[in-house]
């Protein structure tokens, strides 16, 4: 057999073996191309901001862009479902809220997405306080004066809110449990209505945002009687925190990192350390501040059980209070 045909045969015998044993082809380490960081709400609203934020920082940390899209409608409920049907390579990840992982669990009977089955929470990001503010109208210059008040007329005082099971909703809701008196809600569609509302005098009382309240605090448009938690706020240091006042008020907003269930461990552990570097750099927390909000620096399972925490709080609140979505 001459030289040309026995290479011939041994390539024809050697092509089966070759099949059993195909080349093992190693996957790119995480990440390897951009993120996609999901938000469940409008662009310019707080989850935006801070989303915005941390991207930025995340893109530096990871040496791949973390771009933001907004995929808002339902309450959040379209965003959230959208992140616990995609695929669980991390690089769709979720900008979850109280809303989306708590107040929705008591909400709605029957959610498009299990907020704890579909979802591994990766890290705190942000929690932010609420202001309790009052119209000048109303001459009620402190807490004290505001509960003496609605005690001693019931249901005639009225504060607004964005809208069934907001959080301006569940945090006056809260406060009149607490406090033990009855105030009429006013629903608007939503938050920047409501804010207008009691503005122009239309209603009594309302818990919104830092950012939202303050320029309006500070022009005397409104009076704001206290900040939600145990702690002063930065940007309104001569407003009493609330906590101490009413043990166990303390409904502050909060925004969590989250992946799809089944995500890898080393790619949760890799974002959950960027993460950590983020709201650890003075500029992030910086930021923050400017928004009213301050680092949520957690996770594991101490993360967990906060979220399981709160939720139980808010159904609790919302199934007792017979409240539903609009």
Same mark, same amino acid.
């Given at each position: 057999?001459?030289?040309? @045909? @026995?290479?011939?045969?041994?390539?024809?015998?050697?092509?089966?073996?070759?099949?059993?044993?195909?080349?093992?082809?190693?996957?790119?380490?995480?990440?390897?191309?951009?993120?996609?960081?999901?938000?469940?709400?409008?662009?310019?609203?707080?989850?935006?901001?801070?989303?915005?934020?941390?991207?930025?920082?995340?893109?530096?940390?990871?040496?791949?862009? &973390?771009?933001?899209?907004?995929?808002? *409608?339902?309450?959040?409920?379209?965003?959230?479902?959208?992140?616990?049907?995609?695929?669980?390579?991390?690089?769709?990840?979720?900008?979850?809220?109280?809303?989306?992982?708590?107040?929705?669990? *008591?909400?709605?009977?029957?959610?498009?997405?299990?907020?704890?089955?579909?979802?591994?929470?990766?890290?705190?990001?942000?929690?932010?306080?609420?202001?309790?503010?009052?119209?000048?109208?109303?001459?009620?210059?402190?807490?004290?004066?505001?509960?003496?008040?609605?005690?001693?007329?019931?249901?005639?005082?009225?504060?607004?809110?964005?809208?069934?099971?907001?959080?301006?909703?569940?945090?006056?809701?809260?406060?009149?449990?607490?406090? *033990?008196?009855?105030?009429?809600?006013?629903?608007?569609?939503?938050?920047?209505?409501?804010?207008?509302?009691?503005?122009?005098?239309? &209603?009594?009382?309302?818990?919104?945002? &830092?950012?939202?309240?303050?320029?309006?605090?500070?022009?005397?448009?409104?009076?704001?009687?206290?900040?939600? *938690?145990?702690?002063?706020?930065?940007?309104?240091?001569?407003?009493?925190?609330?906590?101490?006042?009413?043990?166990?008020?303390?409904?502050?907003?909060?925004?969590?990192?989250?992946?799809?269930?089944?995500?890898?461990?080393?790619?949760?552990?890799?974002?959950?350390?960027?993460?950590?570097?983020?709201?650890?750099?003075?500029?992030?927390?910086?930021?923050?501040?400017?928004?009213?909000?301050?680092?949520?620096?957690?996770?594991? @399972?101490?993360?967990?059980?906060?979220?399981?925490?709160?939720?139980?709080?808010?159904?609790?609140?919302?199934?007792?209070?017979?409240?539903?979505?609009?």
């Amino acid at each position: 057999m001459d030289q040309r @045909r @026995r290479s011939i045969l041994a390539a024809v015998l050697a092509a089966p073996l070759a099949s059993a044993c195909p080349i093992a082809r190693a996957e790119a380490p995480w990440p390897s191309r951009p993120i996609k960081l999901v938000v469940a709400f409008a662009p310019g609203g707080f989850t935006d901001i801070a989303a915005r934020l941390i991207a930025d920082s995340l893109s530096r940390k990871l040496g791949q862009a &973390v771009f933001v899209d907004n995929r808002a *409608g339902a309450a959040g409920l379209i965003g959230t479902q959208a992140v616990a049907q995609a695929p669980a390579d991390g690089y769709t990840l979720l900008l979850g809220t109280i809303s989306t992982h708590a107040i929705n669990v *008591g909400l709605y009977k029957k959610l498009p997405y299990d907020p704890v089955k579909d979802f591994v929470p990766i890290a705190g990001v942000a929690k932010g306080p609420l202001v309790l503010v009052v119209h000048p109208s109303t001459g009620v210059k402190n807490v004290a004066e505001l509960i003496g008040r609605a005690k001693a007329q019931p249901g005639k005082l009225t504060y607004a809110s964005g809208g069934n099971g907001t959080t301006s909703h569940l945090a006056a809701e809260l406060f009149k449990s607490l406090a *033990g008196v009855d105030m009429l809600h006013v629903p608007y569609k939503s938050p920047s209505l409501a804010t207008t509302a009691i503005l122009g005098g239309q &209603v009594d009382v309302m818990f919104d945002t &830092v950012p939202t309240s303050l320029p309006h605090v500070a022009s005397g448009r409104l009076v704001a009687l206290g900040v939600t *938690g145990n702690q002063p706020v930065d940007l309104m240091k001569q407003v009493p925190p609330l906590g101490p006042l009413l043990k166990g008020f303390n409904p502050d907003t909060w925004a969590v990192l989250f992946a799809p269930a089944g995500v890898a461990p080393e790619v949760i552990a890799k974002m959950g350390a960027a993460m950590a570097e983020s709201l650890a750099a003075p500029e992030v927390q910086k930021r923050l501040s400017e928004i009213g909000m301050v680092p949520f620096p957690v996770a594991g @399972r101490e993360l967990s059980d906060f979220v399981k925490k709160d939720t139980a709080r808010w159904v609790e609140l919302i199934r007792a209070n017979h409240i539903a979505a609009d």
